[in-house]
């Protein structure tokens, strides 16, 4: 059963107001859009300055060793994917053993 509403023209004016408004407010949030937290592998690649099939190898790695080798990946899809911050992580471990002369 819906349930009608019966609005008088000065309701229908402040009611188009504040639709108006709650509108505007939508859009300004949605204008302040969150980066995305993950990488693909043509930023990694890039980042990182190997080739796309070389990311994607040490991403397969990552996931057949159970973390133990490769780079942090997970495939969301057919697609892999590379957290932001695990991955700045995994670099700045990568320079600090480079730094100690760790493989």
Known sequence: MMAKIILF?????SLSAVVR??????????SKQQPDPYLNTE?????LGYSVRTI???AQRYQDTDGLEGIPA???SRAWRFDKARMEAWIAD??????????
């Open 56 to 58: 994607t190898e040490w």
């Open 94 to 103: 990568k320079k600090n053993d480079a730094k100690r002369g760790i493989a």
């Open 21 to 30: 408004k709650v509108l505007r407010k939508g859009t300004m949030v949605q």
């Open 74 to 76: 997970f495939k969301f």
């Open 9 to 13: 023209p000065q309701q229908v004016s």
């Open 43 to 47: 930023e990694v690649a890039k980042l």
